[in-house]
Every structure is written in C-alpha cells, then in structure tokens.
C-alpha cells in the first residue's frame, strides 16, 4: 500500500476487481431501494388503470376471471382499441372439459388457466401480444445457456 | 398516427408498426439506433472467429489455439439474439416491453461470456450473472411503479408530459438497465476480447451501450 495514492487511483482500484463490481452494485441497489422507501408514501396510485381487475372469490375461475360471454363482445381495455379490433371476442371461452372443469370445482382456476383450452386472456395475448413473444423468447435463450453448459463435457 | 409528443428529444416519428397496445416506433433517434444495432448483428453473423498464434518469448516456438465448432456454433447464436433483443429494445414503444428486452439482452450476454471455460471468465460470467439477475428487481420494479402511478405503459402517454412519472420508477430503471448492461466491465477484465473466437464480444458492448442511450431517452422524456 502505497500512502499517498491519489483518490482515483483508489476507486479504480476498487472497481478493477470484478468481485468488487457486486458488491459496488447491491450498494447502489440498497440506496435506491432506501430512495424508493421513503417516497413510496407519497406516490399516489392511479385508479383510472388501463389493466385494471376486479377479483370475484365466487367465480369459479377465480383469479383469472374476466367476465363475458363466449364469441360476444366482452369490454376488454386496451390503450389504443383500433389496434385490437378482436378484443373481447373469445375471453370466456371454454372448451367442454375446461368448461366441466369449471362446473365441478371451485378451486381450478389456476389449472384452467394454464392448460391448453382454457382461459385466454386478451390482455395478455391480443392487446399485449408482443410482450408474451419476448418473454417466451427470454425462457428459450436461458434454457439455451443451461442445456449447452449441461451437455457440454459429454 | 399518434403524434409522438416530444419531438424535441426523440425527433419527429418517422415509422409506426402496432402489435396491439405495444406500438413500436421509429424516431430518427431510435432508427439511428436500430441501424447501428443492425449492422452489427449482420457483423456478428458474417463474422469468422480469429484463430489466434501465441509465440513463446523468446524462442522459436508457437501454439495455434483451437476454435472449437460448438462452441462457435453457441455463441453466434447467442450473439444474434442478443442483437434481435438490442433491435427489439431500440425501437419498442412501451416501457415493461422495453425492460424484457432489456433482461433478455442480460441473458443473451451471460450466454456469450458464460460458453467459455476459462476459470477467469467463468468467475467474471458468474459475478455478471449475479448482478443481472439481481437487476431484473428494480427494472421490473421501475415498470410496475410507472404503470401503478400513471395506469399507463405506454410511452405515447408517457412521454406527453400530462402524466407524472414518479422520480424513483425512473431511478429503478436507470438502475436495472446498468446490472444488465454492466457486461463490458467484466469483460475488460476477464479479457474475453483476446480468447478465441472474440468477434460474438463485440455485441455484449454495442447492446450494453445502446441500451444505455434508449433508457437516457425514456427517462428525459417521461
């Protein structure tokens, strides 16, 4: 150690180890997370959402639940409506087992939702369809790494 | 079609594609973006890896190092998405689009870094790792605020000025695209630009630096 380093020498020392770079980063992350704390009160939620959802503990279908009726016009909000000229056409649609499963059992909702034939949900796939593309791309470039990483010794 | 409201800072808009809510746009800013993205994702495809010769000091002797094909192979692939993500990230006109370009470009860099099995560069992909994965809180984070405070994602609305964009959602992005873009330092360090097969690199730079100069955007105008 050196004494009379100048203070830039000092910090790119610091920051030329790549172990450091973590720690530098989850400090930032803490202040900002602390930041962010402390003016949570003061941010006001708005209530006029574009997404906005109603939860019907009643409904079969709970969490997932839009409403509606199959091949109608279900009012589905979307920010530029002349976008999606479809929206709302198919939401409550079911196939027969989805529809039976629904019938039988309050606490499906989850599984119909998740299994082909069931719910769609025309937020997700119609007015937000793009967002659906990239996030399943995500899942196929990390499942890319992890198989490559994987098979790679034999 | 929807009149881009800040003219001044992204330019006038120049090309309108629609998927749904997600209305992609060309500025002359972020066209200049796309087009510098896009050359070099055709460099990272045309390109051939360098097949490197270390001369021993002081003597006669060389060694030529290997390019291994699979490993060619994987990190073109991952050097291609991570440009289609830089692409998509350039030119996406709603925020919680933006940041899963985002993360996905995070991703694709930890693939480039990650193939190799130099023990340096597996500790510094390690450490990258970590802070990517640790980056998709506050980027996510910055996404859910912007939509919980003003109900909106998109940045036609966004950018209008008539809708407040509380300080901390914009510090929650700035922060989550800075782990995900923090690729270069790891890689100044690891010296993956001087391992075989360095050209696929050069795309964890380009996507890290525009990535920076589309958040720089978004902040000033939202």
């Known amino acids: 150690m050196t004494p009379n380093r100048s203070i830039i020498t000092r910090i790119s020392v610091i920051i030329s180890r790549v172990e450091n770079l973590t720690a530098l980063y989850a400090l930032?992350?803490?202040?900002?997370?602390?930041?962010?704390?402390?003016?949570?009160p003061f941010i006001a939620y708005q209530n006029d959402q574009l997404y906005e959802k109603t939860l019907d503990p009643e409904s079969t279908l709970d969490p997932y639940d839009r409403g509606g009726v199959p091949f109608g016009t279900t009012p589905v909000k979307a920010q530029y409506p002349e976008n999606s000229p479809y929206a709302g056409y198919v939401t409550a649609y079911l196939t027969p087992f989805s529809q039976w499963l629904a019938d039988t059992t309050h606490h499906m909702g989850t599984t119909i939702v998740a299994h082909p034939g069931g719910i769609i949900d025309e937020i997700l796939y119609n007015t937000r369809g793009l967002d659906t593309v990239v996030e399943t791309s995500i899942l196929f470039v990390a499942f890319g790494i992890a198989s490559y990483l994987f098979r790679r010794d034999s | 079609m929807f009149n881009l409201p800040t003219t001044n800072i992204g330019g006038p808009e120049l090309f309108v594609l629609e998927f749904g809510d997600i209305v992609t746009?060309?500025?002359?800013?972020?066209?200049?973006?796309?087009?510098f993205a896009l050359i070099f994702t055709v460099l990272a495809i045309v390109s051939r890896p360098e097949r490197q010769v270390d001369f021993a000091f002081g003597g006669d002797a060389y060694y030529t190092k290997v390019v291994d094909p699979d490993l060619l192979r994987f990190q073109r692939f991952m050097a291609i998405a991570c440009g289609l993500a830089t692409l998509g990230a350039m030119v996406t006109g709603d925020v919680f689009n933006f940041t899963l370009f985002a993360s996905m470009v995070g991703i694709t860099n930890i693939g480039i870094v990650a193939a190799y099995r130099n023990r340096h560069v597996l500790n510094a992909a390690f450490q990258y790792g970590i802070v990517a994965m640790l980056a998709s809180i506050p980027l996510f984070g910055g996404a859910a605020i912007v939509l919980a405070s003003t109900g909106t994602l998109s940045m036609w609305e966004l950018f209008g000025g008539a809708m407040a964009v509380p300080l901390i959602a914009k510090a929650f992005l700035v922060l989550g695209v800075m782990g995900e873009g923090m690729a270069p330092f790891y890689i100044a360090k690891a010296e993956i630009t001087r391992a075989q097969g360095a050209p696929f690199i050069l795309m964890v730079h380009v996507s890290s630096l525009l990535l920076f100069l589309r958040v720089t955007e978004i902040v000033i105008s939202m």
């Open chain 1, 28 to 40: 930032l992350a803490i202040v900002v997370v602390v930041l962010g704390l402390v003016s949570l």
């Open chain 2, 25 to 35: 746009y060309f500025s002359p800013y972020t066209a200049a973006l796309f087009v």
